[in-house]
């Protein structure tokens, strides 16, 4: 049998969807509810609005301060979800190691369809021409990762509903 997750990481580039289905499915299961954009440096979105890709180094003190999120989750027994593009295999492994807890589902999505949902989006600090840098940068998940992938064609909904059976994950009272 599995162990449900405590904490489950929506993962995607921009524009696939995270936020809205992260939110979703925090709602649904009354968990916590972390946005990663939340946790960028005012750097990290200064060079995001002006068109600039982000390096290794640009995300390293994001993606430990999502890890320290995930960590205040399991320390106080508050299971969670999260946004995060995740889209190298070394920053998954950072934000899962050592946390067995940890599901990461992936959203994943054509380039034109991601492409029209950031031209109509208003009032985010990302910069839709990044979105072929992130897709470049974006690793596949390996078969050892264990983590699902599902396409952005179905409904919020529909994809909220898919991973809480995939996780086997349980509201909380």
Request: hydrophobic share 35%.
């Amino acid at each position: 049998m599995t162990v449900p997750p405590q904490i489950i990481l929506i993962a995607g580039v921009s524009g696939s969807g995270k936020t809205t289905v992260g939110t979703l499915l925090a709602e649904r299961l009354n968990w916590d509810y972390a946005e990663a954009d939340t946790f960028h440096s005012p750097a990290n979105i200064a060079k995001m609005s002006e068109g600039h890709p982000l390096t290794d180094e640009d995300r390293l003190p994001w993606l430990n301060a999502i890890a320290a999120w995930m960590d205040d989750r399991l320390k106080t027994g508050r299971p969670g979800v999260v946004t995060c593009s995740a889209l190298k295999h070394s920053y998954r492994k950072l934000l899962t190691n050592g946390r067995p807890e940890v599901q990461i589902i992936l959203l994943t999505g054509d380039r034109e369809t991601l492409e029209s949902r950031l031209k109509s989006r208003t009032g985010h600090f990302f910069n839709p021409t990044l979105l072929d840098t992130q897709l470049a940068t974006l690793e596949p998940p390996t078969s050892t990762e264990n983590i699902p992938t599902l396409p952005i064609t179905k409904t919020p909904e529909e994809l909220a509903t898919q991973i809480i059976k995939a996780t086997s994950a349980q509201p909380r009272p």
